[in-house]
């Protein structure tokens, strides 16, 4: 393992505390790579999709945990199977194809193949032709396999890790966490479509806003704009113990109407000055019977889980080097959505992604940071709202959820 | 009329609208971009993949007129993001369907790129893709009935605020 203490200098930690974030953090390449090893590759836990995407046996799926190609596979026995995307032999990419189904893994260059479970079943010229050439006599191909992943999934949400000494998921999650992607992962799912935003920042600073709930009636001003925001809101916050995971949530004061939907209450606003021609996207429908219209979860260190009215998505976050992060978006909805609800996802969509009435601004705003870090050098940023702890709150004036990630990123980092 | 003049016709027409599309976005004039379709037109933003594959969800999902007066209004009063301009550049027009000429709907497709230039100056080529679009002539003027933007790509980069 590398020299920590040096790590500790160049990460420019003013103390021990959580209020005060280097802004080195977001640009170094010598803690890009550290995140890499002991973050992304140590003993977390990283989203890698949707069982309904690998249906059957045989069908894979190509993603990332943290900039590390990976792939993750249904076995014949139906299990799912995960392992890095390189080839053991020359290192080559092994699967190019987003999405596909495989009886074996082989390798485009010189033929090594694989089965399911990453085991090298095939060599090409192994024994040489005519009898010369060939692999040495010692060569044993189960020397040679493609690295594994520990794969567990938790309502049908797939994670994968690198580290076989890993937390087994549920005690990584807690049971707060747990309840939280249950709720809004009840039943078989359906991908409803994908797209991904690039986004010219560190990773960190997109999980960052993700988690900070001070932003949302400040800089997103829809809801603002359009008077819809002054039905008072309850809500609050929820961070776990180790800080990395949280969960955000607000709904509407009283639950109005006796049919399960809250149109009534909020199409008032149709009526104001400023009021939308088509105020249709405010409807929606309270499926999960609890009131909740928006909640926010994330588990460290690279998964979104949305739910903003009828639309749920999954966001992984895929860091491109030090300064470029992507974050990909997939809808989803249910198996047995009837035809209205179906389409209300599709409708409420519009609130979210790159193009979203209260999104689109978190990605420049986020590169508005990354902008301005080279003068930044031993310098922090400010995360006292709401205090110096990580502590669940009801008040969503509070940075105790960014506070919370960055202790469970001091731990893991040594930093 | 016979065959052949009706389809250059139908080139014309859709070319002229597809230019006077480009001129209100590119020009900043997006006030004008919602007039170009009927009541109930519908303007829908996805990728080649997802259409592909037929899977549902757009980026922009605008059902009628009043939805894509409702994305300027929000561009113009609530939403934030950096001033940014569009190039639009739309290939000539191929015809769907070319020959159903007694319908008052006529199916094509172009291929565009556009280049967003943002405040600092910086250009990129921002995506490209295809039109397909329905644009119905039984009125006064052609007006687009439909429009569905087909990406090339599943990235885009930063934001989109601006219509494509």
Redesign the interface.
């Known amino acids: 393992m590398s020299d920590t203490s040096s790590y500790k200098a160049t990460a420019f930690w003013p103390n021990d505390g959580l209020t005060d974030v280097p802004y080195n953090l977001y640009d170094d390449e010598a803690i890009y790579l550290r995140e890499r090893e002991r973050l992304f590759m140590g003993p977390t836990w990283n989203v890698l999709g949707l069982e309904c995407e690998v249906p059957n046996p045989g069908d894979y799926k190509t993603s990332f945990i943290g900039d590390v190609p990976v792939v993750l596979v249904r076995a014949k026995d139906g299990t799912l199977r995960g392992f890095e995307n390189r080839c053991a032999h020359r290192g080559a990419l092994l699967c190019l194809e987003r999405f596909g189904n495989a009886r074996a893994f082989t390798c485009v260059y010189h033929a090594w193949s694989y089965d399911h479970d990453g085991n090298l079943t095939g060599v090409a010229f192994q024994n040489g032709v005519k009898g010369e050439g060939g692999m040495p006599d010692d060569f044993r191909r189960e020397d040679h396999g493609l690295r594994r992943l520990q794969i567990a999934s938790l309502s049908g949400l797939v994670f994968g890790s690198f580290d076989p000494a890993v937390p087994p998921l549920a005690d990584y999650l807690g049971p707060d966490i747990v309840g939280r992607i249950r709720r809004v992962l009840p039943k078989p799912l359906k991908v409803l479509g994908y797209y991904t935003q690039t986004m010219r920042n560190n990773w960190k600073l997109y999980f960052e806003n993700v988690k900070d709930p001070y932003h949302a009636s400040i800089l997103h001003l829809f809801f603002t704009t359009f008077r819809l925001n002054r039905l008072s809101q309850k809500g609050g916050i929820i961070v776990d113990d180790s800080g990395g995971h949280h969960v955000s949530y607000s709904k509407l004061d009283e639950k109005p109407g006796g049919d399960g939907d809250y149109n009534s209450a909020e199409l008032r606003a149709d009526t104001d000055e400023f009021g939308l021609k088509a105020p249709a996207l405010l409807g929606g429908r309270d499926e999960f019977d609890d009131g909740i219209t928006l909640q926010i979860l994330t588990v460290f260190p690279g998964l979104v889980l949305q739910q903003v009215r009828n639309s749920l998505v999954v966001r992984q976050i895929v860091p491109r080097g030090v300064d470029r992060t992507d974050v990909v978006w997939t809808n989803y909805g249910f198996a047995d959505d009837d035809e209205e609800l179906a389409d209300l996802r599709l409708l409420q969509a519009n609130f979210i992604g790159p193009a979203g009435y209260i999104s689109m601004e978190d990605g420049a705003v986020v590169a508005m940071i990354q902008r301005a870090l080279p003068g930044t050098k031993g310098d922090t940023s400010v995360v006292k709202m709401g205090g110096d702890g990580t502590a669940s709150q009801e008040s969503r004036a509070t940075e105790t959820s960014i506070r919370g990630f960055w202790k469970a990123y001091r731990k893991i980092m040594d930093i | 009329m016979d065959v052949t003049a009706q389809h250059g016709l139908y080139h014309g027409i859709v070319s002229g609208l597809l230019a006077d599309y480009a001129h209100c976005i590119d020009g900043d004039d997006l006030e004008s971009w919602p007039a170009l379709f009927t009541d109930t037109a519908t303007y829908r933003?996805?990728?080649a993949?997802?259409h592909a594959?037929g899977?549902?969800?757009?980026?922009?999902?605008?059902?009628?007129r009043?939805?894509m007066?409702?994305r300027i209004?929000?561009l113009r009063?609530?939403?934030?993001?950096?001033p940014q301009r569009y190039r639009h550049i739309i290939s000539v027009v191929r015809l769907i369907d070319a020959a159903d000429v007694a319908s008052d709907i006529i199916q094509a497709e172009a291929s565009f790129i556009v280049v967003r230039t943002t405040i600092d100056g910086s250009q990129d080529l921002f995506v490209s893709g295809r039109y397909l679009d329905e644009v119905d002539i039984s009125g006064a003027r052609p007006l687009f009935a439909k429009k569905l933007v087909v990406l090339d790509s599943?990235?885009?980069?930063?934001?989109?605020?601006i219509p494509l």
């Open positions: 933003i996805t990728t993949f997802n594959q899977l549902p969800i757009g980026i922009i999902d605008a059902r009628n009043n939805m007066e409702d209004t929000a009063k609530a939403n934030i993001y950096e599943d990235k885009i980069d930063t934001l989109l605020a």
